[in-house]
């Protein structure tokens, strides 16, 4: 099984631990794991990771933000959603997870 690349956009390092854990347990061994917390940062790491999915808690970027991550990466963005008052970013997104499901 290929090795899937994911990259993790979320500054409260608590709940980025969390997502850590469920993912390691969903893919175990076939999955490299990579973190950010400043969005300054965001660019260069994709850049250097390559990522195969881009996870990002969407309440800490704005509308602008998402669509030049888009364009500038090929990888699959996926929303974060713990809140309910996101539709317009939410629809940048390639998908949602949301706690609320």
């Given amino acids: 099984m290929k090795q899937i690349k994911i990259l993790i956009y979320e500054p ?6 969390g997502i850590k854990s469920v993912i390691k347990q969903i893919w175990g061994k076939n999955v490299d794991i990579y973190e ?22 969407l309440s800490v970027l704005r509308l602008a933000e998402i669509k030049k991550i888009k364009k500038q990466s090929v ?25 609320f499901d």
């Fill in 12 to 17: 409260s390092e608590v709940i980025a631990v």
């Fill in 36 to 57: 950010v917390a400043d969005y300054n940062n965001l660019p260069v790491l994709i850049m250097k990771y390559q990522p195969d999915i881009l996870l990002t808690d």
């Fill in 75 to 99: 990888c699959k963005n996926i929303a974060i959603q713990h809140s309910l008052d996101y539709s317009q970013i939410l629809s940048e997104f390639d998908e949602v997870i949301s706690i």
